[in-house]
């Protein structure tokens, strides 16, 4: 079975739409590329968070299991006239082998199983530079949310503070919880969702 991500972003225009999430904002406030900084974007959809970063300087490379959204990827990096590295792979399987300075990825990490969180975050871990920062966002389960209309039953969701547990020997430096409303499948619905950004200790 192919990715159900693939028929989503075969059609015209930007499912998700072209603009970067707030969270770009403040990872490029709080670690900007003011030297030579990789990051690695994953689940980066159709590019929109990856564009703006390699607009912003930081050497991009961008991972999802869909290569429909790896194609738009490109194309938005060529239309923005950046370059950008691509990954067709999927994060639950795919493990880090090179060091990073940034981690990146929002409305993606739902699709890990959670039993495979453990040792994934390890290898997320492991795989940062010291002083490196992950700026992850997360979909949390609340009892008073009904389900996404366009939900998979691969998704899994996150519990509130689960995200936060991961970093215990790490600085956060942020983490917050919210609710917003969303219209990606057409339909009006909500998601709450749980923000990280931590920071790995050392000097970068």
């Given at each position: 079975?192919?990715?159900?991500?693939?028929q989503?972003?075969s059609?015209?225009g930007w499912y998700?739409?072209t603009a970067?999430?707030?969270a770009?904002?403040?990872?490029l406030?709080?670690?900007p590329p003011?030297?030579?900084?990789?990051?690695?974007?994953?689940?980066?959809?159709?590019g929109?968070?990856a564009?703006f970063f390699a607009?912003?300087g930081?050497?991009?490379?961008?991972l999802d299991?869909s290569?429909?959204?790896?194609?738009?990827t490109?194309?938005?990096?060529?239309e923005a006239?950046?370059?950008i590295?691509?990954?067709?792979?999927d994060?639950?399987?795919h493990?880090l082998e090179?060091?990073?300075?940034?981690?990146?990825?929002t409305?993606?990490?739902?699709y890990?199983p959670p039993?495979?969180?453990?040792?994934?975050?390890?290898n997320f871990?492991t795989h940062?530079r010291?002083?490196g920062?992950h700026a992850?966002?997360?979909?949390v389960e609340k009892?008073f949310i009904?389900p996404?209309?366009?939900?998979?039953?691969?998704?899994?969701?996150?519990?509130?503070g689960?995200l936060?547990?991961?970093?215990?020997?790490?600085?956060?430096?942020?983490?917050r919880?919210?609710?917003?409303?969303?219209?990606?499948?057409g339909?009006?619905?909500?998601?709450?969702v749980?923000?990280?950004?931590?920071?790995k200790p050392?000097?970068s």
């Amino acid at each position: 079975m192919g990715n159900p991500y693939d028929q989503r972003y075969s059609r015209e225009g930007w499912y998700w739409g072209t603009a970067p999430s707030k969270a770009c904002f403040r990872v490029l406030e709080l670690l900007p590329p003011d030297e030579p900084r990789t990051l690695l974007d994953l689940g980066c959809g159709e590019g929109r968070n990856a564009v703006f970063f390699a607009r912003n300087g930081y050497r991009v490379t961008a991972l999802d299991a869909s290569p429909a959204g790896i194609e738009k990827t490109r194309r938005l990096a060529g239309e923005a006239g950046v370059h950008i590295d691509t990954i067709v792979a999927d994060l639950t399987v795919h493990r880090l082998e090179d060091p990073w300075d940034v981690l990146f990825s929002t409305g993606a990490l739902h699709y890990t199983p959670p039993d495979l969180r453990a040792e994934l975050f390890e290898n997320f871990r492991t795989h940062t530079r010291d002083g490196g920062m992950h700026a992850f966002s997360v979909f949390v389960e609340k009892p008073f949310i009904e389900p996404a209309p366009d939900a998979e039953p691969t998704a899994h969701a996150w519990h509130s503070g689960e995200l936060l547990s991961r970093y215990r020997n790490w600085e956060i430096v942020e983490c917050r919880e919210e609710i917003f409303d969303c219209m990606s499948s057409g339909v009006p619905h909500r998601h709450a969702v749980n923000r990280v950004i931590a920071r790995k200790p050392g000097s970068s």
